[in-house]
Nanobody, 126 residues
Framework: QVQLVESGGGLVQAGDSLGLSCAASGRTFSRYAMGWFRQAPGKEREFVAA?????????SYADSVKGRFTISRDNAKNTVYLRMNSLKPEDTAVYYCAARPMGDGTSSYPSEYAYWGQGTQVTVSS
């Protein structure tokens, strides 16, 4: 089992950048593929970005964030990151990191992620 704690959210203006971190407990972090999801008020949780667990670290992104967001991981620090550039008001949401214990590559399906953090609020003002 792994516990996840997100940090780095806040209030920024459109066009600004923000970095999120997700710290994982335990010694098996490297065995998990990781993902970031977000949920805006009144909307369903949606995929943002994912990174594989294996060396080479394949990544995938939602079309809405491609070219603006970057996911990365540091297994020595048990941490996954989400760098967000050129933020837009529509990026406003609670951002969650999640761990996927099975399968190779990346996944955009929330049902494939077994562990979730509590979330961190990102608000982008226009």
């Amino acid at each position: 089992q792994v516990q996840l704690v997100e940090s780095g959210g806040g209030l920024v203006q459109a066009g600004d950048s923000l970095g999120l971190s997700c710290a994982a407990s335990g010694r098996t972090f490297s065995r998990y593929a990781m993902g970031w999801f977000r949920q805006a008020p009144g909307k369903e949780r949606e995929f943002v970005a994912a990174i594989s667990r294996s060396a080479g670290y394949s990544t995938s992104y939602a079309d809405s964030v491609k070219g603006r967001f970057t996911i990365s991981r540091d297994n020595a620090k048990n941490t996954v990151y989400l760098r967000m550039n050129s933020l837009k008001p529509e990026d406003t949401a609670v951002y969650y990191c999640a761990a996927r214990p099975m399968g190779d590559g990346t996944s955009s399906y929330p049902s494939e992620y077994a562990y979730w953090g509590q979330g961190t609020q990102v608000t982008v003002s226009s």
